[in-house]
């Protein structure tokens, strides 16, 4: 597991201690329903309810010995139980324990990231409306293009990020999912109700038709959603390392009093926590493709796909909760300066404008050919000799005997190019703070 970037929480749902208390709860689970049906007497039930219990250091003892992870698990319980532990596990195979504890694990997991989730998604909000009106350069191909706003920048992500949360709760409706079916999911010894009830119990759904597994699309989705909530927490970390760079300088990771950024150079103020969310992102990726493979099992079953997602779930789940927690603190706290956003806008002398200008002037019956070469003329001067792109199309009696100075002033307004912002906003958002 990456323990580096656990949180206790989440480690604990993956501990050896967490799985086999899962192991046990389906165990018990399965009892009550059998007692509840007079398979199980009740005298039984009380008596594992009672003693059913187990120790890793034992059960790993065992397992030495015995070779299978879920027969030393039952005869760690026995130890506990005593002769009523013949009624545990009464009917059902390995993989009926083992996917119906996954399931429970992937449930509780994915509490823990919507949860994550919801926290971003909340300060996505708060900095998108705090900058809502904060005019900035766009850019395409990393060039200045036209106008936007720092608000919409994060709205954008605000709203991938809520995508994100129903693919995650989408995916775990249909990974927290298990069986009670028995060796090739036939139900030889359990009837089909008794999953149903069981899975009802545990509160998870079931499997309609398995083989001696739960079918493995279901966690590829799950893994896959995670890896696109990944995929958008490494394009907010690459665009604010862009807008942190020297020469653009519009934000800053929060930086300590004590905080150094370098060992060589004791000016630097690195973006590093970003950084790290970039790289976390390929991790989390790649295990999307191993869950995809794990589909393709022989038959009914064989356990290629357990060995991977012993590694995987884990691991893609504790990199993306340590992931969301520190982009929200990251964006919580990142520093924004209006004024360097306000020089990168006026950085290009008014070329930022040149779309408008050039619709304008069509709207007044030029060509758009006509119309493309008066303004790039203006454009191409301005990128390669300096001044000011709005003087030399003022200097210009070919476009001044087209558009009045009014018309001109518009096309060269930052209130006329995002005259849409709120809008944008109200449909987005959806209520009355936008």
Wanted: with cysteine.
């Amino acid at each position: 597991m990456i323990e580096r970037y656990s949180r206790p929480e989440m480690t604990a749902i993956w501990s050896e201690d967490g799985k086999y208390r899962r192991w046990l709860q389906v165990e018990i689970a399965v009892c009550e329903e059998l007692a509840a049906r007079g398979v199980v007497p009740d005298s039984a039930l009380a008596t594992i309810r009672e003693k059913a219990d187990f120790d890793v250091a034992r059960i790993q003892e065992i397992e030495n010995e015995v070779r299978h992870d879920v027969i030393a698990f039952l005869t760690n319980v026995a130890e506990h139980v005593g002769p009523d532990s013949r009624y545990v596990h009464y009917g059902m195979t390995s993989s009926d324990v083992l996917d119906t504890a996954l399931a429970l694990q992937i449930r509780d997991a994915g509490a823990i990231l919507l949860a994550d989730l919801d926290a971003q998604i909340a300060v996505l909000r708060r900095r998108a409306l705090e900058f809502k009106h904060l005019a900035c350069v766009g850019r395409t191909h990393g060039v200045h293009a036209e106008p936007t706003t720092f608000g919409l920048k994060f709205l954008i992500f605000y709203e991938e990020m809520r995508r994100n949360r129903e693919r995650v709760a989408r995916a775990l409706r249909e990974a927290a999912v298990g069986k009670i079916s028995g060796a090739v999911g036939t139900f030889a010894h359990l009837a089909p109700d008794v999953e149903e009830a069981v899975c009802a119990r545990l509160d998870i759904g079931f499997e309609p038709a398995a083989s001696q597994v739960v079918q493995r699309d279901r966690h590829a989705a799950f893994v896959t959603a995670l890896a696109l909530v990944a995929g958008t927490i490494e394009k907010m970390a690459v665009e604010f390392r862009h807008l942190a760079r020297t020469e653009v300088r519009e934000v800053e990771e929060e930086f300590g009093a004590k905080q150094k950024g370098s060992s060589a150079m004791p000016h630097k103020r690195n973006p590093w926590r970003f950084e790290t969310l970039t790289g976390l992102a390929r991790v989390v990726r790649n295990y999307a493709g191993m869950a995809l493979e794990n589909g393709a099992l022989w038959h009914e079953r064989d356990i290629s796909n357990s060995s991977v997602e012993r590694v995987a779930l884990p691991d893609a789940t504790t990199a993306l909760d340590f992931m969301l927690n520190r982009l929200t603190g990251l964006v919580d706290t990142l520093q924004v300066f209006p004024d360097r956003v306000q020089q990168n806008l006026d950085l290009t002398r008014g070329l930022v404008f040149s779309g408008t200008l050039l619709l304008e002037l069509a709207q007044k019956g030029l060509t758009r050919e006509d119309a493309y070469r008066l303004v790039q003329g203006h454009a191409m001067a301005t990128w390669e000799h300096g001044g000011d792109f709005r003087e030399r199309v003022l200097g210009d009696a070919a476009i001044t005997e087209v558009l009045s100075k009014e018309e001109i002033d518009r096309a060269f307004s930052l209130e006329h190019a995002l005259r849409h912002v709120d809008a944008i906003f109200a449909r987005t958002l959806g209520d009355s703070d936008a």
